[in-house]
T-cell receptor
Framework: EAQVTQNPRYLITVTGKKLTVTCSQN?????MSWYRQDPGLGLRQIYY???????DKGDVPEGYKVSRKEKRNFPLILESPSPNQTSLYFC??????????????FGPGTRLTVT | AQSVTQLDSQVPVFEEAPVELRCNYS??????LFWYVQYPNQGLQLLLK??????LVKGINGFEAEFNKSQTSFHLRKPSVHISDTAEYFC?????????????FGRGTQLTVWP
């Protein structure tokens, strides 16, 4: 089954404790992206990657890191989480040819709480 | 940066009634426009997109949207809604080109369909 998986789905952690949220897709997509969703603010793009070893900042990259060493994986790293990073996080992927990039497939989401 | 305004945060409507969800964007240059739907506790799913050509775009589940360049709007419509259309709807825009991969979302409109 074609899908985007995220782990963990739920995470409660404390301020300053490094964490990684994994994202993996099995559709051989070049493009992957991370978003955060906050009530009343919609989705905001954190980072995106057009292909392996290529990453770019979105709207709200501060406090986050990403890497794209393999095509299927795009982990989101919070080196020192803070309470303002409490949010619902979505990973998405798509093909990148022409405008197929906008046919994004979203993962189920990771709800992160930082205390 | 792009700005996307969804004029209504909540739209309640009775089943079988028509509905319009409004979206305006800030740029007057060429843009690509999208509507995504998020059902409860799920990720987002592409509903429809405008890339070029006909200004009336048809999507899944009987939804359609009209691109109006002069009014910088991309309103979503459905002539007769069902209970199953209850979800949050997000308008999104991208300029493409060198910013291909950057996607800007509105804050969302919660559509609630009552029996």
């Amino acid at each position: 089954e074609a899908q985007v998986t995220q782990n963990p789905r739920y995470l409660i952690t404390v301020t300053g404790k490094k964490l990684t949220v994994t994202c993996s897709q099995n559709m051989n997509h070049e493009y992957m992206s991370w978003y955060r969703q906050d009530p009343g603010l919609g989705l905001r793009q954190i980072y995106y990657s057009m292909n392996v070893e290529v990453t770019d900042k979105g709207d709200v990259p501060e406090g986050y890191k990403v890497s794209r060493k393999e095509k299927r994986n795009f982990p989101l790293i919070l080196e020192s989480p803070s309470p303002n990073q409490t949010s619902l996080y979505f990973c998405a992927s798509s093909l990148s040819g022409d405008l197929a990039i906008y046919e994004q497939y979203f993962g189920p989401g990771t709800r992160l709480t930082v205390t | 940066a792009q700005s996307v305004t969804q004029l209504d945060s909540q739209v309640p409507v009775f089943e079988e009634a028509p509905v319009e969800l409004r979206c305006n964007y800030s740029s007057s240059v060429s843009v690509y426009l999208f509507w995504y739907v998020q059902y409860p506790n799920q990720g987002l799913q592409l509903l429809l997109k405008y890339l070029s050509g006909s200004t009336l775009v048809k999507g899944i589940n009987g939804f359609e949207a009209e691109f109006n360049k002069s009014q910088t709007s991309f309103h979503l419509r459905k002539p007769s809604v069902h209970i199953s259309d209850t979800a949050e709807y997000f308008c999104a825009v991208s300029r493409g080109g060198s910013t291909l991969g950057r996607l800007y979302f509105g804050r969302g409109t919660q559509l609630t369909v009552w029996p």
